[in-house]
């Protein structure tokens, strides 16, 4: 597999089980340059948020994490909560898909963000509530200071977003985790986000999760496809969705809908669904869904290299003749 030339991130084999024969993320491997954009792409139940979740060590009771995963020289994987609370909002931050349901209901949004000053700098309180305006302006909210007093239930969707971006950004991350961050927002405030996150985004390694193909063209540098729990393939953006290798991303492709051009009837659908946590898997996990498998797919396919910079999990990458639409 093709690494970028700087890998300023790093996760090796990392896996996370729910106890014994119960893997929901199977073995990922990625890397990330400083300043790219890397997006996690799949259907619902693939483990991306998982896998970002056991970076930040932020996974669910009952869940635990192997492997490695270095940033700028520091592993993240085994960590003790001591050790992790330095790292998060310091070295690595994290934007949430609700911000309703991450922001603190009975505290400003302003003495939130400041909050994360307060742990990681010798601020003072009032150099605390400066800076968290500054990043409250540097995000685009409009009145910053006034809002900056507000809870987070006087604020629009697109606005408790931007806070959520505020408290992310404000220990200058090394890493930003993105989990699906505008699946709750209307299209105009999704563009804006995008551009924001990209934007801000320009001197960390941007993890943005998403099961939206359409969102990727728009933020992505490179695309990772995830699929029950391993990586299938990866690449150069334009290349993934240009030239689709493996049948699971080609698939995912076809279910975007193209106003440019329109389809008859129903959209295109993947029958089935993604295997469950501790579902048996025989093979490669995609083969029950492909209508491309054959005998050989019986035994599971290694991530290899393919093209320019990508790789690709499948027996029959060559075969895929369809054009991505």
Not at 109 to 127: P, W
Request: net charge neutral; with cysteine; hydrophobic share 40%.
């Amino acid at each position: 597999m093709t690494e970028p030339a700087t890998e300023f991130l790093r996760i090796r084999d990392l896996r996370v089980g729910f106890g014994p024969g119960r893997e929901a993320v199977r073995g990922v491997d990625l890397s990330a340059e400083r300043g790219e954009t890397v997006a996690l792409v799949g259907e619902s139940g693939c483990g991306k948020s998982l896998t970002a979740l056991a970076l930040l060590g932020l996974l669910p009771p009952g869940a635990s994490a192997t492997g490695s995963a270095v940033l700028d020289g520091t592993e993240l994987v085994g960590r003790d909560e001591r050790a992790l609370r330095r790292i998060r909002g310091a070295r690595a931050g994290m934007v949430f898909q609700d911000p309703m349901s991450s922001l603190n209901p009975t505290t400003p949004v302003g003495a939130q963000i400041a909050e994360v000053l307060a742990i990681h700098t010798r601020m003072s309180r009032s150099a605390r509530r400066r800076r968290a305006v500054e990043l409250m302006e540097s995000v685009g909210i409009p009145d910053a200071a006034a809002r900056a007093r507000q809870m987070p239930h006087q604020l629009s969707g697109g606005m408790r977003q931007r806070v959520m971006i505020s408290i992310a950004l404000a220990g200058r991350p090394d890493l930003l985790v993105a989990d699906e961050p505008t699946t709750a927002l209307d299209v105009t405030v999704q563009a804006q986000v995008l551009a924001l996150l990209r934007e801000r985004a320009r001197d960390t390694v941007l993890l943005f999760i998403t099961h939206d193909m359409g969102v990727v063209a728009e933020i992505a540098d490179r695309v990772a496809v995830m699929y029950a729990g391993k990586i299938v393939e990866t690449g150069p953006v334009r290349d993934v969705l240009d030239a689709p290798r493996h049948p699971y991303t080609a698939a995912l492709l076809r279910s975007v809908p193209d106003p440019d051009r329109p389809v008859a009837g129903e959209l295109p659908t993947i029958p089935g669904q993604v295997p469950a946590v501790g579902e048996r898997i025989e093979g490669c996990p995609f083969r029950p869904r492909c209508t491309r498998a054959s005998g050989r797919c019986l035994t599971p396919p290694d991530l290899t290299p393919a093209g320019s910079g990508g790789a690709v999990a499948c027996w029959h990458p060559h075969e895929l003749t369809e054009a991505a639409p």
